[in-house]
């Protein structure tokens, strides 16, 4: 489907770290997580992304050991670890509500895993100040859950996850409560952590931002299946199908009819344009049938008067512009009614040539800047 | 915005008189030089020191007490695992009937309950005593537990389970360093309140116990019956006494716990 | 192999408290329902054993139905019934009444009160329920203080009666029960989203109407505990009725200890139980329902 080189055949030389094999879960008649088959490579940090109810909290806690999988395996090195408990798993997870121990301070919830592992308590305090001395907490060491803020109790919970030193990380939204400014610090901090450490991570998230921002891949989910994994920069230019166009960035969506593929590309007859419109991207379909041609908002250019191209020009009225600083976001209204959205940097300080409401413009897209979708 | 109106004050004062005039008046009346309740014949603690000389009544009390506190402490022990098993144990084989025996005993009435376990223990030629007293005041209290842990655990956030259970600690193990704890004051307020039901039951005592196992409620039902004598009103003030220093102690030492927490950080 | 120990190790755990609530809560009523089949005897234990072994190797049952009926025809059980029945539910009204109001106006105190009022309504309950009844002899008896009182400050000229009447009956019911009602309405009113009323008052529903509209349907798995509580026990009440109550004053629960510890028929006792029991069933798996519902 994608003619760009994902970096997984790069990796898939390497044997996969974790496996899930044809993994189904069902809560009574719900199906949460639909015959799933994904592998994940080590010291990667992956995310698996979706909105509300996709199943990506599922997959995470059939890992960690807390749902047990209704078909399927899930192997970890090699080794089917779906019938192991929890607390015998060589996994650790960082959970949304932080989970922190009410009763412990600081010291001791960090120490807690360790002192499962009965190591010697001197080596517990060593490696439990570390552990402080990584997240920036020292000081706060003999204060309990309820006296710390919320960028502090997050930190206890990463603190707590890595005392152990394990070979795989799991993380459950860990950034959601957090505000804007801490999120973004945050992020960079975790990427840091990573590969300092080299563990790999896997993170649950909602935030495609952040999925983007921290992630060496990304698995997108919807409704129980995986539909496309790659890199972010793979997902963003080549997505596999609308929904993962659509919940990643913003896509401008163009339906037509096939028209066959020629040297210049992909044809599309669709009822915006009187001419054909082209993508440079080959694709697999019948002649005649449905597809789609997807154009980023930023691959999009915009004139007032008709430019000199010979083909994917549209022409339209300026409905709306919003102001974004460094760049403007024009929403242009097509004849046949569709809006379609256009960003551009704003390179100039003034320009009597500038755009404003109710012009009348043209758009176009060069064949390379566009992606072609069968569903 | 909401407002504490003139109704609700005279809402409270009307309804925490009725509930506390009668124990005002237990209380006066226990140091009346007179036997009667209503004339009030100078302030003498003569029924005390005739509650003191009173043999039946210490001994009952002993009964009391010792029954009181190990079927306290059993109860709390089993209603506690009941109280997790409702909430924590999701769906197993038999789970139905399992909560309805725990709902059940506090809604049952008291003859009810008392007469099955006679009738039980007669069955099982078990000689009725102190045992079986102890044995029966278990069963009802230990529902009351379950209860009031449930309650607690509806609260409780799982994902500190998980969290130990993901840093390798065993399941049994995390129960007592992580939930225990943290569940410790829904716990002793078990404790407490089968204390008090142990403290206070007649009707199952009475069906249930055996010679020499007179219950202090017991006894004092047979003196009601009798004839009215301050006596009662003595033992019903050292009770009161007693309870409401416990009660304002508990508090005390709670909110100084609170205050040593807060002084620390 | 290791998910076969955890796999014991909960039944285990699980197998502790059923164990004990089935041999001393279950097992009991069964025991209950076999006596009431017996006749009475002169003899220890006062019945008629169930099973009789004449020389043959299976025994005969030795059932009779003679207790049913007997209850079933003589008017004094059914009344006996009925009344508990009355009886518990005025109490239960009265007490709904009152107490709702308590816990309501509790849940409006500034919030420092709350806790000392919460443990104010408590404390009476952690003292002795047969002394708290015990005091209400001594105001409600026709030299009581309740009485003097009136009658030195001129409201009434002649003593009322109202001890060994239904109505102290309804006085200690309530008195008694009290704690059981507001607790689980207090619970439930605080527990309730504050900006549901606030919304109402926005669009212009007065103070009283929000009430009614609004509180009190929200309320209504709080009053219905506090009713459960109040209503399914006093049904079978036995110390309240004995102590405060008169000759006319039938409650089931004095019955059945009568018939169990003055006439020493305990089989007959047994039955009145059962009918009981009976009665009581319908609510009891209502009641326990509801709870189950409140966990899930």
Known sequence: ?375 | MIKFTKFNLCALILGFSFLYIPIVLLIIFSFNESKLVTVWAGFSTKWYTELFNNQSIKDATWVTIQVAFISSTVATFLGTIAGIVITRFGSFKGRTLFSGMIYAPMVVPEVIIGLSLLLTFVALTIDRGIFTVTLAHITFSMCYVAVVVQSRMSSYDDSITEAALDLGCTPLKTFFVVTLPIIMPAVVSGWLLSFTLSLDDLVIASFTSGPGATTLPMKIYSMVRLGVTPEINAVSTILIGLVSIGVVSAAMINKYQKQKEYVQS | MLSKYIFNGRNAVIAVPYIWLLILFLFPFLIVLKISFAEPIIAIPPFSSFFHWDGSFWPTIQASFYNYVFILEDSLYLNAYLSSLKIALISTLITLVIGYAIAYSITKAPTRWKGLLLLMVILPFWTSFLIRVYAWIGILKTEGLLNLMLLSLGITDQPLTIMNTNLAVYIGIVYSYLPFMILPIYANIEKMDGSLIEAAADLGCRPFKTFWKITIPLSIPGILAGCFLVFIPAVGEFVIPDLLGGTETLMIGKVLWIEFFSNRDWPLASAVAVILLAMLILPIMYYQKSQEKAIS
């Open chain 1, 1 to 375: 489907m994608n003619e760009i080189e994902s970096e997984t055949t790069k990796l898939s030389s390497d044997k996969p770290y974790i496996q899930f094999q044809n993994v189904s879960k069902k809560f009574g008649n719900f199906t949460a997580i639909n015959d799933l088959t994904l592998d994940i490579f080590n010291n990667e940090f992956f995310s698996l992304l979706g909105p509300s109810g996709c199943g990506k909290t599922t997959l995470l806690r059939m890992l960690a050991g807390f749902e047990k999988p209704t078909n399927g395996r899930i192997l970890l090195e090699g080794e089917d670890i779906s019938n192991i408990p929890p607390h015998l798993r060589p996994i650790n997870m960082m959970f949304q509500s932080y989970a922190l121990f009410p009763h412990m301070t600081v010291e001791k919830n960090i120490a807690f895993g360790l002192k499962q592992d009965k190591l010697p308590s001197n080596k517990i305090n060593q490696r439990v100040d570390e552990m402080l001395e990584l997240v920036e907490l020292t000081e706060f060491s003999k204060r309990k859950p309820n006296q710390l803020s919320g960028g502090q109790r997050q930190r206890v919970a990463l603190a707590r996850s890595l005392a152990k030193r394990p070979k795989l990380l799991l993380l459950d939204e860990p950034l959601g409560a957090l505000d804007k400014r801490l999120r973004e610090q945050t992020q960079f901090e975790l990427m840091n952590i990573q590969e300092k450490l080299g563990i790999t991570f896997i993170i649950v998230t909602h935030d495609q931002e952040e999925a983007m921002t921290v992630s060496s891949r990304i698995g997108v989910m919807d409704s129980g299946n995986v539909i496309q994994v790659s890199t972010p920069n793979n997902l963003y230019e080549a997505p596999a199908t609308k929904s993962v166009a659509e919940f990643i960035g913003n896509v401008n969506l163009f339906e037509g009819i096939y028209k066959g593929f020629d040297d210049i590309g992909t044809k599309l007859k669709c009822e915006h344009s009187e001419s054909i419109v082209y993508s440079s991207q080959s694709i697999d379909a019948k002649n005649g049938s449905k597809i789609w041609l997807a154009v980023r908002p930023e691959k999009l250019e915009i004139f007032k008067s008709p430019p000199d191209y010979k083909y994917n020009i549209l022409k339209g009225t300026v409905i709306d512009i919003g102001y974004g600083g460094s760049f403007s976001t024009y929403h242009v209204k097509l004849p046949n009614g569709n809006m379609i959205s256009v960003i551009r940097a704003n390179r100039e300080r003034t320009s009597e040539k500038s755009i404003t409401w109710n012009d009348e413009v043209y758009l176009h897209w060069s064949s390379k800047s566009a992606v072609v979708l069968t569903e």
